[in-house]
């Protein structure tokens, strides 16, 4: 997947790619092991998901209502 996302990156001049739950198709050491090789190879990807997964950095997730609002827990 980053290979695929380096190409496009390169040829398409996409500068941000953008998932939509990858937590249906990948584990969230998977999800880890991509988001780490996607930082070492200089890519922006944002991944969306519609549920929260145990074991996620919560310093890393931001929830968004569905006004689209951001929702700060200061509890993280």
Known sequence: MVKMFRILQKYAGIKLFICSNLGVYFTLEEISKLSAM???????????????????DKAKVTYIDKDLCEIVDNEN
């Open 38 to 56: 996607a930082q070492t190879a200089d890519l922006k990807v944002l991944n969306i998901e519609s549920s929260f997964f145990a074991g996620v």
